[in-house]
């Protein structure tokens, strides 16, 4: 449960719920339906992969679960992508996020905040790079600390009551397609917030008795990343109010400060930069799995496999990425990011999840460790869940959705390329 915990609380809930409320009419009460049905949505998917990743817990994960169900193609379609915007765009994300609550510390023009966002991934890198052991050391003591921070700010919001009186009812008088658009819209920013789910499917098939321990702990978890996610937003509101949440871009920040006063503004400010920081290098220690399954098969550079010979860690896959995010950084903002990375994400995740059904009809006698209950229904409501969100960001955002599809279907000639490599360097070593 610890380990979904940890994997998921990044930036998200300190820094979307204003843009969430906002694309949800101003009205509370849709806002947090919507933080409810992006935990569900995220419970149903992480069950689903649970079956695969029982099945299957080699390196690589979601790629190595197309790779089996539906082919190299739509593998390295995935890997790719994961490459380009998914992994190295999600730290990217929390990079450029890092920089809205270092400015709590020190003034930050739009260069300094790139720099700053550049140096953090470089720390996380320069760490993940010297060892694995003080990476997962990181990760444990700054996951206790920001479930710790989170708790302990949203207790003393709530039992504030220091919201003045809102104009803006709790529920829209009626519910219309605008509306329900909007809270689409907002999705996005929920689903960055529950983001890292599908990271701890990785471990399904080493836990002890997975049918019975691993739904307990992944409902357990997501469960709780609910109760914390809206005891957040509720602890918001009580601060500031309906109308000052949708105004704030730092509401953790600007909450805490209201009721405290500004040396805890500047308190709860570390801990967020601490749970991103956190985040970062959550994806940077299992990210690398992808890379080195990719190269493993032959559709990736080999040299991003290589341990390093003193270190013991994937050095180059960890600098290579850590390069390629800096330029992301460098180059987008916060939303922007945010929407790639989400909407490229999870049109890969439909696909996982239709794994389960491809793999029970082609290997029905294979051994399952754990198998998804609810099935069919849950990985199909999962997948029309995800298939709806895509739609509803191609409608609403079709500049930043094309740009995402395009980075996909890029990878068909890099993909073809590939191949044709790897079948001339076989040819070459037969005639030998």
Same mark, same amino acid.
């Given at each position: 449960?610890?380990?979904?915990?940890? +994997?998921?609380?990044?930036?998200?809930?300190?820094?979307?719920?204003?843009?969430?409320?906002?694309?949800?009419?101003?009205?509370?009460?849709?806002?947090?339906?919507?933080?409810?049905?992006?935990?569900?949505?995220?419970?149903?998917?992480?069950?689903?992969?649970?079956?695969?990743?029982?099945?299957?817990?080699?390196?690589?994960?979601? =790629?190595?679960?197309?790779?089996?169900?539906?082919?190299?193609?739509?593998?390295?379609? #995935?890997? &790719?992508?994961?490459?380009?915007?998914?992994?190295?765009?999600?730290?990217?994300?929390?990079?450029? @996020?890092?920089?809205? #609550?270092?400015?709590?510390?020190?003034?930050?023009?739009?260069?300094?905040?790139?720099?700053?966002?550049? *140096?953090?991934?470089?720390?996380?890198?320069?760490?993940?790079?010297?060892?694995?052991?003080?990476?997962?050391?990181?990760?444990? &003591?700054?996951?206790?600390?920001?479930?710790?921070?989170?708790?302990?700010?949203?207790?003393?919001?709530?039992?504030?009551?220091? @919201?003045?009186?809102?104009?803006?009812?709790?529920?829209?008088?009626?519910?219309?397609?605008?509306?329900?658009?909007?809270?689409?819209?907002?999705?996005?920013?929920?689903? &960055?917030?529950?983001?890292?789910?599908?990271?701890?499917?990785?471990?399904?098939?080493?836990?002890?008795?997975?049918?019975?321990?691993?739904?307990?702990?992944?409902?357990?978890?997501?469960?709780?990343?609910?109760?914390? =996610?809206?005891?957040?937003?509720?602890? =918001?509101?009580?601060?500031? *109010?309906?109308?000052?949440?949708?105004?704030?871009?730092?509401?953790?920040?600007?909450?805490?400060?209201?009721?405290?006063?500004?040396?805890?503004?500047?308190?709860?400010?570390?801990?967020?930069?601490?749970?991103?920081?956190?985040?970062?290098?959550?994806?940077?220690?299992?990210?690398?799995?992808? #890379?080195?399954?990719?190269?493993?098969?032959?559709?990736?550079?080999?040299?991003?496999?290589?341990?390093?010979?003193?270190?013991?860690?994937? @050095?180059?896959?960890?600098?290579?990425?850590?390069?390629?995010?800096?330029?992301?950084?460098?180059?987008?903002?916060?939303?922007?990011?945010?929407?790639?990375?989400?909407?490229?994400?999870?049109?890969?995740?439909?696909?996982?999840?239709?794994?389960?059904?491809?793999?029970?009809? +082609?290997?029905?006698?294979?051994?399952?460790?754990?198998?998804?209950?609810?099935?069919?229904?849950?990985?199909?409501?999962?997948?029309?869940?995800?298939? @709806?969100?895509?739609?509803?960001?191609?409608?609403?955002?079709?500049?930043?959705?094309?740009? *995402?599809?395009?980075?996909?279907?890029?990878?068909?000639?890099? =993909?073809?390329? &590939?191949?044709?490599?790897?079948?001339?360097?076989?040819?070459?070593?037969?005639?030998?």
């Amino acid at each position: 449960m610890l380990i979904v915990i940890g +994997t998921v609380i990044g930036s998200g809930v300190f820094l979307v719920p204003g843009g969430v409320l906002r694309q949800a009419g101003g009205n509370a009460g849709p806002a947090l339906l919507v933080w409810v049905i992006g935990g569900v949505l995220s419970l149903l998917g992480a069950l689903a992969y649970g079956e695969l990743g029982a099945m299957n817990p080699a390196a690589g994960g979601l =790629y190595v679960y197309l790779r089996v169900a539906l082919g190299p193609l739509t593998a390295f379609l #995935y890997g &790719w992508t994961f490459f380009l915007v998914i992994a190295t765009g999600s730290a990217a994300t929390l990079a450029v @996020a890092s920089t809205s #609550y270092l400015q709590q510390f020190i003034a930050l023009g739009p260069i300094g905040q790139k720099m700053a966002a550049v *140096g953090l991934l470089a720390v996380v890198a320069a760490i993940n790079v010297r060892s694995t052991r003080r990476s997962a050391d990181v990760q444990n &003591w700054s996951t206790g600390i920001k479930v710790g921070a989170l708790l302990v700010m949203s207790s003393v919001l709530v039992a504030s009551h220091g @919201a003045p009186p809102s104009s803006v009812p709790f529920w829209p008088e009626s519910v219309t397609t605008s509306l329900l658009s909007g809270m689409g819209l907002g999705m996005i920013g929920v689903l &960055w917030a529950y983001e890292g789910w599908q990271y701890v499917t990785f471990s399904a098939g080493e836990a002890m008795n997975p049918q019975r321990t691993f739904p307990r702990a992944i409902v357990l978890g997501t469960a709780s990343l609910i109760g914390i =996610y809206l005891f957040a937003n509720v602890g =918001y509101l009580a601060a500031l *109010g309906t109308e000052g949440v949708a105004r704030s871009d730092r509401v953790a920040a600007e909450a805490v400060g209201a009721i405290v006063g500004p040396g805890a503004a500047k308190l709860i400010a570390a801990a967020i930069l601490v749970s991103i920081f956190s985040a970062m290098n959550g994806i940077t220690i299992s990210a690398p799995r992808v #890379y080195y399954a990719m190269a493993r098969d032959g559709l990736f550079f080999s040299k991003l496999a290589d341990v390093h010979p003193r270190y013991g860690t994937p @050095a180059i896959s960890i600098i290579a990425g850590t390069i390629w995010a800096m330029v992301l950084a460098a180059s987008g903002t916060f939303e922007q990011l945010l929407t790639y990375v989400v909407f490229v994400g999870w049109i890969f995740y439909a696909l996982g999840a239709a794994c389960v059904f491809v793999l029970r009809r +082609t290997q029905p006698d294979a051994a399952r460790p754990f198998r998804v209950p609810g099935y069919p229904w849950t990985p199909l409501l999962f997948i029309v869940a995800a298939v @709806a969100l895509v739609l509803n960001t191609i409608a609403t955002q079709p500049g930043r959705a094309a740009i *995402g599809i395009s980075v996909v279907l890029l990878g068909l000639p890099v =993909y073809l390329g &590939w191949r044709r490599g790897a079948s001339h360097e076989s040819t070459k070593a037969r005639n030998l």
